[in-house]
Protein backbone atom coordinates (compact mmCIF):
# COMPACT_ATOMS: atom_id res chain seq x y z
CA UNK A 1 0.00 0.00 0.00
CA UNK A 2 1.17 3.60 -0.21
CA UNK A 3 2.49 3.78 3.68
CA UNK A 4 4.07 1.00 2.78
CA UNK A 5 5.71 2.25 -0.53
CA UNK A 6 6.51 5.42 0.98
CA UNK A 7 9.20 3.72 3.23
CA UNK A 8 11.50 2.71 0.78
CA UNK A 9 14.28 4.63 0.56
CA UNK A 10 15.30 7.09 -2.33
CA UNK A 11 19.33 7.19 -1.28
CA UNK A 12 20.35 4.86 1.47
CA UNK A 13 21.27 1.65 0.03
CA UNK A 14 18.62 -1.44 -0.34
CA UNK A 15 18.60 -4.45 -2.05
CA UNK A 16 15.44 -4.78 -4.37
CA UNK A 17 13.41 -6.78 -2.21
CA UNK A 18 14.17 -9.10 0.86
CA UNK A 19 16.00 -9.28 4.04
CA UNK A 20 19.51 -7.48 4.48
CA UNK A 21 21.67 -7.24 7.39
CA UNK A 22 25.45 -6.28 7.80
CA UNK A 23 27.05 -4.52 4.92
CA UNK A 24 30.17 -6.96 3.87
CA UNK A 25 33.45 -6.85 1.89
CA UNK A 26 33.32 -2.84 0.90
CA UNK A 27 35.95 -1.95 -1.71
CA UNK A 28 37.04 0.12 -4.16
CA UNK A 29 38.54 -1.76 -7.39
CA UNK A 30 39.21 -1.26 -11.13
CA UNK A 31 36.93 2.17 -11.08
CA UNK A 32 34.09 0.35 -9.19
CA UNK A 33 32.94 0.58 -5.48
CA UNK A 34 31.42 -2.70 -4.45
CA UNK A 35 29.21 -3.39 -1.77
CA UNK A 36 28.16 -7.54 -0.37
CA UNK A 37 25.92 -7.67 2.06
CA UNK A 38 24.35 -10.36 4.36
CA UNK A 39 21.02 -10.90 2.40
CA UNK A 40 18.51 -13.94 2.36
CA UNK A 41 17.10 -14.23 -1.17
CA UNK A 42 13.88 -15.98 -0.02
CA UNK A 43 12.43 -13.72 2.11
CA UNK A 44 11.97 -10.51 4.19
CA UNK A 45 12.80 -12.35 7.36
CA UNK A 46 16.60 -12.98 8.55
CA UNK A 47 16.63 -17.42 8.21
CA UNK A 48 20.10 -18.46 10.49
CA UNK A 49 20.51 -21.49 7.31
CA UNK A 50 20.22 -19.27 4.16
CA UNK A 51 22.35 -16.03 4.24
CA UNK A 52 24.03 -15.22 0.74
CA UNK A 53 26.16 -12.34 -0.03
CA UNK A 54 23.93 -9.77 -2.04
CA UNK A 55 26.32 -8.50 -4.26
CA UNK A 56 26.05 -4.58 -6.02
CA UNK A 57 28.20 -1.92 -7.47
CA UNK A 58 28.50 1.69 -7.84
CA UNK A 59 30.79 4.21 -9.66
CA UNK A 60 30.06 6.65 -7.09
CA UNK A 61 28.39 5.46 -3.89
CA UNK A 62 25.04 6.60 -4.65
CA UNK A 63 23.80 4.88 -7.65
CA UNK A 64 23.74 0.92 -7.44
CA UNK A 65 23.23 -1.81 -9.80
CA UNK A 66 22.39 -4.70 -8.37
CA UNK A 67 24.12 -8.22 -9.31
CA UNK A 68 23.81 -12.22 -8.93
CA UNK A 69 24.86 -12.95 -5.08
CA UNK A 70 28.88 -13.53 -5.02
CA UNK A 71 28.36 -16.68 -2.20
CA UNK A 72 25.71 -18.69 -1.57
CA UNK A 73 25.96 -21.57 0.70
CA UNK A 74 26.71 -24.04 -1.45
CA UNK A 75 29.92 -26.14 -0.58
CA UNK A 76 30.30 -28.09 2.45
CA UNK A 77 32.39 -25.36 4.12
CA UNK A 78 29.32 -23.15 4.56
CA UNK A 79 26.24 -25.30 3.52
CA UNK A 80 24.42 -23.69 6.30
CA UNK A 81 24.96 -19.68 5.88
CA UNK A 82 27.52 -17.82 4.28
CA UNK A 83 28.33 -15.04 7.02
CA UNK A 84 29.94 -11.62 7.20
CA UNK A 85 33.52 -11.01 6.31
CA UNK A 86 35.86 -9.12 4.84
CA UNK A 87 37.23 -8.29 1.18
CA UNK A 88 41.24 -7.29 0.48
CA UNK A 89 43.03 -6.45 -2.25
CA UNK A 90 45.71 -8.70 -2.72
CA UNK A 91 49.12 -7.58 -4.80
CA UNK A 92 48.78 -7.69 -8.57
CA UNK A 93 45.08 -6.14 -8.18
CA UNK A 94 43.45 -9.69 -6.99
CA UNK A 95 40.62 -9.07 -4.71
CA UNK A 96 39.91 -11.38 -2.09
CA UNK A 97 37.34 -12.44 0.75
CA UNK A 98 37.13 -13.62 3.55
CA UNK A 99 33.81 -14.43 5.19
CA UNK A 100 32.32 -17.23 8.33
CA UNK A 101 30.74 -20.29 6.61
CA UNK A 102 28.25 -22.55 8.97
CA UNK A 103 29.34 -25.77 7.72
CA UNK A 104 27.92 -28.93 7.48
CA UNK A 105 27.66 -29.89 10.56
CA UNK A 106 26.72 -26.55 12.02
CA UNK A 107 30.10 -25.01 12.85
CA UNK A 108 31.82 -21.46 12.22
CA UNK A 109 34.57 -21.84 10.05
CA UNK A 110 36.57 -19.44 7.80
CA UNK A 111 36.81 -19.40 4.18
CA UNK A 112 37.86 -17.43 1.52
CA UNK A 113 37.11 -17.24 -2.36
CA UNK A 114 39.04 -15.36 -4.92
CA UNK A 115 37.15 -12.98 -7.81
CA UNK A 116 37.25 -15.78 -10.58
CA UNK A 117 37.94 -12.92 -13.28
CA UNK A 118 39.76 -10.16 -11.56
CA UNK A 119 39.93 -8.29 -15.06
CA UNK A 120 35.64 -8.10 -14.90
CA UNK A 121 35.09 -4.86 -14.02
CA UNK A 122 31.63 -5.95 -11.94
CA UNK A 123 34.08 -8.84 -9.96
CA UNK A 124 30.38 -10.75 -10.89
CA UNK A 125 31.48 -14.53 -9.92
CA UNK A 126 33.30 -15.44 -6.95
CA UNK A 127 35.14 -18.83 -6.44
CA UNK A 128 35.22 -20.95 -3.79
CA UNK A 129 38.60 -22.91 -3.58
CA UNK A 130 37.47 -26.75 -2.40
CA UNK A 131 40.64 -26.69 0.12
CA UNK A 132 38.13 -24.38 2.00
CA UNK A 133 38.03 -23.69 5.13
CA UNK A 134 41.15 -21.87 5.51
CA UNK A 135 40.48 -21.75 9.44
CA UNK A 136 38.71 -24.50 11.23
CA UNK A 137 37.19 -24.07 14.31
CA UNK A 138 39.65 -24.11 17.36
CA UNK A 139 39.34 -26.80 19.88
CA UNK A 140 38.67 -23.83 22.67
CA UNK A 141 36.16 -22.01 20.97
CA UNK A 142 32.23 -22.92 20.36
CA UNK A 143 31.11 -24.07 17.07
CA UNK A 144 28.50 -20.58 17.62
CA UNK A 145 31.01 -18.13 18.35
CA UNK A 146 33.70 -17.66 16.07
CA UNK A 147 33.36 -15.34 12.72
CA UNK A 148 33.33 -12.04 11.13
CA UNK A 149 36.91 -12.36 9.40
CA UNK A 150 38.33 -8.26 9.22
CA UNK A 151 39.95 -6.82 6.75
CA UNK A 152 43.29 -7.64 6.22
CA UNK A 153 46.60 -5.60 6.87
CA UNK A 154 50.07 -6.35 6.44
CA UNK A 155 52.95 -6.01 8.67
CA UNK A 156 56.21 -5.25 8.24
CA UNK A 157 57.61 -8.93 8.77
CA UNK A 158 55.73 -9.16 5.11
CA UNK A 159 52.68 -11.37 6.94
CA UNK A 160 49.18 -10.78 6.16
CA UNK A 161 46.80 -10.04 9.39
CA UNK A 162 43.33 -10.43 9.95
CA UNK A 163 41.18 -10.35 13.16
CA UNK A 164 37.92 -12.92 14.11
CA UNK A 165 35.81 -12.92 16.69
CA UNK A 166 35.68 -15.46 19.05
CA UNK A 167 34.59 -16.78 22.33
CA UNK A 168 37.55 -18.38 24.05
CA UNK A 169 37.21 -19.83 27.49
CA UNK A 170 33.68 -17.50 27.90
CA UNK A 171 35.75 -14.28 27.15
CA UNK A 172 34.72 -12.45 23.92
CA UNK A 173 38.18 -12.34 22.25
CA UNK A 174 39.43 -10.66 19.25
CA UNK A 175 41.96 -13.36 17.35
CA UNK A 176 44.76 -12.18 15.17
CA UNK A 177 45.40 -14.62 12.71
CA UNK A 178 48.71 -14.46 9.93
CA UNK A 179 49.62 -15.78 6.88
CA UNK A 180 52.06 -15.10 4.24
CA UNK A 181 50.31 -16.77 1.38
CA UNK A 182 46.12 -16.05 2.26
CA UNK A 183 45.29 -20.10 2.53
CA UNK A 184 47.51 -21.31 5.67
CA UNK A 185 46.78 -19.18 8.44
CA UNK A 186 48.23 -19.32 11.99
CA UNK A 187 46.64 -18.20 15.59
CA UNK A 188 48.64 -15.51 17.64
CA UNK A 189 48.54 -16.69 20.96
CA UNK A 190 47.70 -13.66 22.19
CA UNK A 191 44.34 -11.73 21.29
CA UNK A 192 44.05 -8.16 19.87
CA UNK A 193 41.73 -7.08 22.47
CA UNK A 194 39.72 -10.15 25.31
CA UNK A 195 36.88 -9.14 27.84
CA UNK A 196 35.31 -11.58 30.48
CA UNK A 197 32.06 -8.97 30.56
CA UNK A 198 31.12 -7.93 27.19
CA UNK A 199 29.41 -11.05 26.41
CA UNK A 200 30.05 -12.39 22.19
CA UNK A 201 31.44 -9.69 20.42
CA UNK A 202 31.32 -9.39 16.59
CA UNK A 203 32.80 -7.45 13.26
CA UNK A 204 35.63 -6.27 14.52
CA UNK A 205 37.55 -3.60 12.17
CA UNK A 206 41.16 -2.73 13.07
CA UNK A 207 41.94 0.51 10.59
CA UNK A 208 44.80 3.24 10.38
CA UNK A 209 43.68 6.73 10.93
CA UNK A 210 46.16 9.95 10.33
CA UNK A 211 46.73 12.18 13.26
CA UNK A 212 46.29 14.94 11.61
CA UNK A 213 43.72 15.73 8.86
CA UNK A 214 40.50 14.29 7.11
CA UNK A 215 42.17 11.89 4.54
CA UNK A 216 42.38 7.79 4.94
CA UNK A 217 44.98 5.42 5.18
CA UNK A 218 44.95 2.22 3.11
CA UNK A 219 44.85 -0.49 5.47
CA UNK A 220 47.88 -1.47 5.79
CA UNK A 221 49.40 1.41 7.10
CA UNK A 222 51.43 1.42 9.86
CA UNK A 223 54.86 2.87 11.44
CA UNK A 224 55.81 5.79 9.84
CA UNK A 225 54.43 8.47 12.25
CA UNK A 226 51.15 10.06 12.72
CA UNK A 227 49.18 6.92 12.27
CA UNK A 228 46.64 5.74 14.79
CA UNK A 229 44.67 2.96 14.70
CA UNK A 230 40.85 2.66 15.68
CA UNK A 231 39.25 -0.88 16.83
CA UNK A 232 35.91 -1.37 16.49
CA UNK A 233 33.75 -4.03 17.84
CA UNK A 234 29.77 -5.14 17.65
CA UNK A 235 28.57 -6.44 20.72
CA UNK A 236 25.91 -9.15 21.14
CA UNK A 237 24.26 -7.87 23.91
CA UNK A 238 23.58 -4.08 23.15
CA UNK A 239 23.41 -4.94 19.65
CA UNK A 240 25.54 -1.28 19.83
CA UNK A 241 29.12 -0.82 17.83
CA UNK A 242 31.33 0.71 20.21
CA UNK A 243 35.28 1.81 19.15
CA UNK A 244 38.90 3.19 20.97
CA UNK A 245 41.44 5.00 19.15
CA UNK A 246 44.57 3.92 20.31
CA UNK A 247 48.01 2.94 18.88
CA UNK A 248 48.98 -0.72 17.04
CA UNK A 249 52.06 -2.67 17.38
CA UNK A 250 52.97 -4.84 14.51
CA UNK A 251 55.80 -6.58 16.59
CA UNK A 252 53.50 -7.84 18.93
CA UNK A 253 50.30 -7.43 17.47
CA UNK A 254 49.00 -5.09 20.68
CA UNK A 255 46.29 -2.92 20.52
CA UNK A 256 47.07 -0.12 23.12
CA UNK A 257 44.23 2.28 23.37
CA UNK A 258 44.36 5.80 24.17
CA UNK A 259 41.74 5.96 26.67
CA UNK A 260 42.48 2.97 28.94
CA UNK A 261 40.42 4.62 31.55
CA UNK A 262 37.41 3.10 29.44
CA UNK A 263 38.64 -0.38 30.50
CA UNK A 264 38.57 -3.53 28.44
CA UNK A 265 34.44 -3.86 28.51
CA UNK A 266 34.15 -2.73 25.28
CA UNK A 267 30.28 -1.09 26.09
CA UNK A 268 31.84 1.43 28.27
CA UNK A 269 34.34 2.30 24.63
CA UNK A 270 32.88 5.51 22.73
CA UNK A 271 29.75 4.72 20.67
CA UNK A 272 29.90 5.14 16.44
CA UNK A 273 26.29 5.57 16.58
CA UNK A 274 23.43 6.90 19.65
CA UNK A 275 20.88 5.45 17.60
CA UNK A 276 20.52 2.28 16.19
CA UNK A 277 22.88 0.77 13.93
CA UNK A 278 25.12 -2.57 14.10
CA UNK A 279 27.70 -4.25 12.38
CA UNK A 280 29.40 -1.53 11.05
CA UNK A 281 32.55 -1.88 8.49
CA UNK A 282 34.73 0.79 7.09
CA UNK A 283 37.48 0.68 3.85
CA UNK A 284 40.00 2.92 2.36
CA UNK A 285 38.51 4.70 -0.75
CA UNK A 286 41.76 4.90 -2.89
CA UNK A 287 39.52 7.30 -5.34
CA UNK A 288 39.19 10.09 -2.73
CA UNK A 289 41.61 9.11 0.14
CA UNK A 290 39.18 8.73 2.50
CA UNK A 291 38.05 6.17 5.08
CA UNK A 292 34.00 5.33 4.52
CA UNK A 293 32.23 3.91 7.36
CA UNK A 294 29.15 1.67 6.23
CA UNK A 295 26.90 0.09 8.94
CA UNK A 296 23.43 -1.88 8.88
CA UNK A 297 20.22 -0.17 10.27
CA UNK A 298 17.47 -2.76 11.26
CA UNK A 299 13.83 -2.25 10.96
CA UNK A 300 12.02 -1.43 14.07
CA UNK A 301 8.36 -2.45 13.10
CA UNK A 302 6.88 -5.94 13.32
CA UNK A 303 8.10 -8.86 11.56
CA UNK A 304 4.98 -8.94 9.91
CA UNK A 305 5.75 -5.53 8.78
CA UNK A 306 8.49 -6.71 7.08
CA UNK A 307 7.07 -9.34 5.64
CA UNK A 308 4.02 -7.19 4.06
CA UNK A 309 6.51 -4.70 2.50
CA UNK A 310 8.80 -7.67 1.00
CA UNK A 311 12.11 -5.86 2.69
CA UNK A 312 13.78 -5.23 5.72
CA UNK A 313 16.93 -3.48 6.64
CA UNK A 314 18.85 -0.58 5.33
CA UNK A 315 22.37 0.46 5.55
CA UNK A 316 23.32 3.99 6.58
CA UNK A 317 24.46 6.44 4.15
CA UNK A 318 28.27 6.01 3.39
CA UNK A 319 30.49 8.16 5.89
CA UNK A 320 33.74 9.56 5.80
CA UNK A 321 35.68 9.43 9.19
CA UNK A 322 38.50 10.43 10.37
CA UNK A 323 40.28 11.53 13.47
CA UNK A 324 39.17 14.24 15.63
CA UNK A 325 42.08 17.33 16.84
CA UNK A 326 41.74 15.55 20.53
CA UNK A 327 43.08 12.27 19.33
CA UNK A 328 40.75 10.36 20.89
CA UNK A 329 37.35 10.20 19.41
CA UNK A 330 35.83 10.01 15.37
CA UNK A 331 34.36 12.52 13.40
CA UNK A 332 31.76 11.08 10.53
CA UNK A 333 30.46 13.03 8.16
CA UNK A 334 28.35 12.17 5.08
CA UNK A 335 30.25 11.75 1.68
CA UNK A 336 30.20 14.53 -0.63
CA UNK A 337 28.95 12.79 -3.22
CA UNK A 338 25.52 13.21 -1.50
CA UNK A 339 25.43 17.17 -2.81
CA UNK A 340 24.64 15.84 -6.41
CA UNK A 341 21.41 14.74 -5.52
CA UNK A 342 20.73 18.29 -3.94
CA UNK A 343 18.21 19.78 -5.89
CA UNK A 344 15.64 22.52 -4.64
CA UNK A 345 16.81 24.72 -1.68
CA UNK A 346 15.17 26.60 1.54
CA UNK A 347 16.64 27.82 4.52
CA UNK A 348 17.10 30.40 6.77
CA UNK A 349 20.30 33.11 6.14
CA UNK A 350 19.49 36.08 8.57
CA UNK A 351 20.35 35.16 11.56
CA UNK A 352 16.45 33.86 13.11
CA UNK A 353 16.17 34.53 16.69
CA UNK A 354 14.41 31.49 17.83
CA UNK A 355 12.71 32.32 21.46
CA UNK A 356 11.12 30.15 24.24
CA UNK A 357 8.74 27.86 22.35
CA UNK A 358 9.24 29.13 18.74
CA UNK A 359 7.82 26.38 16.42
CA UNK A 360 8.72 27.86 12.80
CA UNK A 361 8.49 26.12 9.51
CA UNK A 362 10.62 25.70 6.87
CA UNK A 363 8.39 25.96 4.04
CA UNK A 364 9.82 24.94 0.26
CA UNK A 365 11.25 21.45 0.76
CA UNK A 366 9.18 18.29 0.89
CA UNK A 367 10.92 16.97 4.19
CA UNK A 368 10.43 13.20 3.55
CA UNK A 369 13.96 13.14 1.30
CA UNK A 370 16.14 15.87 2.60
CA UNK A 371 19.35 17.26 3.51
CA UNK A 372 19.65 19.71 6.29
CA UNK A 373 22.43 21.74 7.71
CA UNK A 374 21.76 24.07 10.44
CA UNK A 375 24.40 26.17 12.74
CA UNK A 376 22.93 27.45 16.33
CA UNK A 377 24.26 29.86 18.05
CA UNK A 378 23.65 30.23 21.86
CA UNK A 379 23.89 33.61 23.41
CA UNK A 380 24.11 32.46 26.81
CA UNK A 381 23.88 29.53 28.67
CA UNK A 382 23.15 31.43 31.99
CA UNK A 383 20.14 29.47 31.73
CA UNK A 384 21.22 25.83 31.60
CA UNK A 385 19.76 23.10 33.57
CA UNK A 386 21.40 22.44 36.84
CA UNK A 387 22.20 19.33 37.59
CA UNK A 388 23.78 18.82 40.92
CA UNK A 389 23.81 14.49 41.13
CA UNK A 390 26.73 13.88 38.50
CA UNK A 391 25.04 10.07 38.09
CA UNK A 392 22.38 12.05 36.24
CA UNK A 393 24.39 12.69 33.65
CA UNK A 394 26.17 8.86 33.04
CA UNK A 395 22.84 7.87 30.82
CA UNK A 396 22.19 10.26 27.83
CA UNK A 397 19.84 7.99 26.36
CA UNK A 398 17.49 7.64 29.77
CA UNK A 399 17.91 11.40 29.89
CA UNK A 400 16.91 12.03 26.43
CA UNK A 401 13.74 9.44 27.45
CA UNK A 402 13.17 11.72 30.57
CA UNK A 403 13.81 14.77 28.98
CA UNK A 404 11.97 14.81 25.45
CA UNK A 405 11.75 17.70 22.91
CA UNK A 406 8.15 18.82 24.89
CA UNK A 407 9.65 18.98 28.46
CA UNK A 408 10.87 23.04 28.77
CA UNK A 409 14.34 23.71 29.40
CA UNK A 410 16.55 26.42 30.04
CA UNK A 411 19.78 26.14 27.19
CA UNK A 412 17.44 23.64 24.76
CA UNK A 413 15.94 21.40 24.04
CA UNK A 414 16.11 23.25 20.87
CA UNK A 415 16.87 21.55 17.14
CA UNK A 416 14.54 20.25 14.29
CA UNK A 417 11.34 18.74 13.78
CA UNK A 418 11.65 16.35 10.77
CA UNK A 419 8.85 13.86 8.82
CA UNK A 420 6.16 16.22 10.46
CA UNK A 421 2.35 16.14 9.57
CA UNK A 422 0.91 19.17 9.02
CA UNK A 423 -0.93 19.39 12.58
CA UNK A 424 2.48 18.18 14.18
CA UNK A 425 0.82 15.13 15.53
CA UNK A 426 3.68 13.22 14.31
CA UNK A 427 6.77 14.52 14.39
CA UNK A 428 10.37 13.31 14.78
CA UNK A 429 12.67 15.83 17.08
CA UNK A 430 16.17 16.00 16.67
CA UNK A 431 17.67 18.10 19.51
CA UNK A 432 19.90 19.53 21.54
CA UNK A 433 19.83 20.43 25.24
CA UNK A 434 22.50 21.68 27.61
CA UNK A 435 23.63 20.57 31.58
CA UNK A 436 25.41 22.32 33.86
CA UNK A 437 27.61 20.37 36.58
CA UNK A 438 28.98 22.64 39.04
CA UNK A 439 31.17 24.97 36.31
CA UNK A 440 31.23 22.20 33.77
CA UNK A 441 28.80 21.79 30.70
CA UNK A 442 27.43 19.24 28.85
CA UNK A 443 25.72 19.03 25.67
CA UNK A 444 22.92 16.58 24.93
CA UNK A 445 21.90 15.62 21.66
CA UNK A 446 18.26 13.07 21.20
CA UNK A 447 16.52 11.95 18.43
CA UNK A 448 12.93 11.58 20.13
CA UNK A 449 10.63 8.97 18.06
CA UNK A 450 7.82 9.47 20.74
CA UNK A 451 6.17 11.32 18.28
CA UNK A 452 7.56 10.01 15.16
CA UNK A 453 4.10 7.61 14.66
CA UNK A 454 0.36 7.12 15.87
CA UNK A 455 1.03 3.70 14.89
CA UNK A 456 1.57 1.18 17.99
CA UNK A 457 3.79 -1.70 17.87
CA UNK A 458 6.53 0.31 16.50
CA UNK A 459 9.56 1.06 18.77
CA UNK A 460 9.58 4.43 19.42
CA UNK A 461 12.46 5.95 22.30
CA UNK A 462 14.34 8.81 22.34
CA UNK A 463 17.82 8.20 21.21
CA UNK A 464 20.44 10.26 22.59
CA UNK A 465 24.17 11.06 23.20
CA UNK A 466 26.44 13.78 24.70
CA UNK A 467 28.41 15.40 22.36
CA UNK A 468 31.71 15.89 23.39
CA UNK A 469 33.30 19.55 22.78
CA UNK A 470 33.45 22.27 24.46
CA UNK A 471 29.82 24.09 24.35
CA UNK A 472 31.00 26.90 26.28
CA UNK A 473 33.97 27.98 24.10
CA UNK A 474 31.76 27.47 20.62
CA UNK A 475 28.89 28.85 21.64
CA UNK A 476 27.83 27.27 18.49
CA UNK A 477 26.80 24.17 17.28
CA UNK A 478 25.70 22.22 14.13
CA UNK A 479 23.38 19.81 13.22
CA UNK A 480 22.67 17.84 10.08
CA UNK A 481 20.07 15.61 8.98
CA UNK A 482 19.54 13.31 6.40
CA UNK A 483 15.68 12.77 6.12
CA UNK A 484 15.03 9.27 3.98
CA UNK A 485 11.52 8.17 4.32
CA UNK A 486 11.83 5.85 6.85
CA UNK A 487 15.20 6.94 8.32
CA UNK A 488 16.16 9.95 10.28
CA UNK A 489 20.03 9.55 10.06
CA UNK A 490 21.53 13.17 12.58
CA UNK A 491 25.48 14.44 13.32
CA UNK A 492 25.44 16.93 15.74
CA UNK A 493 29.07 18.78 16.17
CA UNK A 494 30.16 18.05 12.88
CA UNK A 495 30.00 14.64 13.40
CA UNK A 496 31.12 14.25 16.83
CA UNK A 497 27.67 12.55 17.57
CA UNK A 498 25.58 10.26 14.85
CA UNK A 499 22.02 9.14 15.93
CA UNK A 500 20.42 7.26 13.64
CA UNK A 501 17.03 6.23 13.98
CA UNK A 502 13.83 4.37 11.61
CA UNK A 503 10.63 6.16 11.35
CA UNK A 504 7.54 4.82 10.66
CA UNK A 505 5.10 7.79 10.37
CA UNK A 506 1.36 7.41 9.38
CA UNK A 507 0.34 10.61 7.32
CA UNK A 508 3.10 9.98 4.79
CA UNK A 509 -0.10 7.32 3.29
CA UNK A 510 -2.16 10.79 2.63
CA UNK A 511 -0.10 13.99 2.71
CA UNK A 512 3.73 15.42 2.78
CA UNK A 513 5.36 15.65 5.52
CA UNK A 514 6.71 19.37 6.98
CA UNK A 515 9.92 20.20 8.50
CA UNK A 516 10.28 23.10 11.22
CA UNK A 517 12.88 24.71 13.61
CA UNK A 518 12.27 24.28 17.18
CA UNK A 519 13.32 26.15 20.91
CA UNK A 520 11.51 24.91 23.87
CA UNK A 521 14.02 26.09 26.11
CA UNK A 522 13.19 29.64 27.98
CA UNK A 523 16.64 31.39 26.66
CA UNK A 524 16.41 32.48 22.54
CA UNK A 525 18.76 30.63 20.53
CA UNK A 526 19.58 32.00 16.96
CA UNK A 527 19.90 30.06 13.47
CA UNK A 528 22.83 31.52 12.56
CA UNK A 529 22.65 29.52 9.15
CA UNK A 530 19.88 26.73 7.80
CA UNK A 531 19.83 25.12 4.60
CA UNK A 532 17.92 22.45 3.41
CA UNK A 533 17.52 20.58 0.39
CA UNK A 534 15.39 18.15 -1.79
CA UNK A 535 17.25 15.22 -2.51
CA UNK A 536 16.81 13.71 -5.96
CA UNK A 537 15.73 9.98 -5.79
CA UNK A 538 19.07 7.77 -6.68
CA UNK A 539 19.06 4.41 -8.41
CA UNK A 540 19.30 2.36 -6.07
CA UNK A 541 19.06 -1.50 -7.31
CA UNK A 542 16.12 -1.04 -8.48
CA UNK A 543 14.17 -3.14 -10.95
CA UNK A 544 13.75 -1.43 -14.16
CA UNK A 545 10.06 -0.47 -14.26
CA UNK A 546 9.83 0.36 -11.02
CA UNK A 547 11.02 3.48 -10.17
CA UNK A 548 9.59 5.24 -7.06
CA UNK A 549 10.04 8.62 -6.13
CA UNK A 550 9.53 12.45 -5.84
N1 LIG B 1 25.52 -11.13 11.41
C1 LIG B 1 26.17 -12.17 10.64
C2 LIG B 1 27.28 -12.67 11.51
C3 LIG B 1 27.55 -11.51 12.38
C4 LIG B 1 26.21 -10.95 12.65
C5 LIG B 1 25.16 -13.20 10.27
C6 LIG B 1 26.23 -9.52 13.09
O1 LIG B 1 28.39 -13.08 10.76
O2 LIG B 1 28.25 -11.90 13.54
O3 LIG B 1 24.16 -12.64 9.45
O4 LIG B 1 25.01 -8.88 12.81
Known amino acids: ?299 SDSQADDVARGWSGVQTFPRKMWLAKDGKQLLQWPIEEIETLRRKRAGLWRGTRLGAGAVQEIVGVASSQADVEVVFKIPSLEEAERVDDPNRLLDPQKLCGEKGAAVRGGVGPFGLLVMASGDLHEHTAVFFRVFRHHDKYKLLMCTDLTKSSTRAGVYKPAYGGFVDMDIDDHKTISLRTLIDHSVVESFGGGGRACITARVYPEHVATSSSHLYVFNNGSDAVKVAKLEAWDLATATVNVVVGDHHGL
Open 1 to 299: DTANHARRTAYHFQPAKNWQNDPNGPMYHNGMYHLFYQYNPHSALWDIGNLSWGHSVSGDLLNWAALDTALDPTSPFDANGCWSGSATILPGALPAILYTGIDASKEQVQNVAFAKNPSDPLLREWEKPAYNPVIALPADVPGDKFRDPSTAWLGRDGLWRIAVSAEVDGVASTLVYRSKDFVRWERNAAPLHASRAAGMVECPDLFPVAERGEDGLDTSANGAGGVRHVLKLSVMDTLQDYYMVGTYDDAADAFSPAEPERGDDCRSWRRLDYGHVYASKSFFDVRKNRRVLWAWANE
